[in-house]
């Protein structure tokens, strides 16, 4: 499981649904649901590829210390 510090230190530029998920505390699939429902929903942006929901790492690292702004879709 992926901490804070290590989601700022990664050099990727996505993370998974199931790294937010444990960050936020909360069942992945939730996240995924959410995608695919309305994205707008989850408060920081995604990128849906066929099945996966993948995250930009920065826009929610910002989500996360209360920087965000409105999502981008």
Same mark, same amino acid.
């Given at each position: 499981?992926?901490?804070?510090?290590? /989601? !700022?230190?990664?050099?990727?530029?996505?993370?998974?649904?199931?790294?937010?998920?444990? &960050? #936020?505390?909360?069942?992945?699939? %939730? /996240? !995924?649901?959410?995608?695919?429902?309305?994205?707008?929903?989850?408060?920081?942006?995604? &990128? #849906?590829?066929?099945?996966?929901? %993948? /995250?930009?790492?920065?826009?929610?690292?910002?989500?996360?210390?209360?920087?965000?702004?409105?999502?981008?879709?």
């Amino acid at each position: 499981m992926m901490t804070l510090e290590d /989601i !700022r230190n990664s050099p990727k530029e996505t993370i998974s649904a199931a790294t937010a998920g444990s &960050i #936020l505390g909360c069942d992945p699939q %939730l /996240i !995924r649901v959410q995608a695919r429902q309305d994205r707008t929903q989850l408060g920081f942006p995604v &990128i #849906l590829m066929r099945r996966r929901v %993948l /995250i930009p790492r920065r826009p929610f690292l910002a989500y996360i210390e209360g920087g965000a702004t409105s999502p981008i879709l």
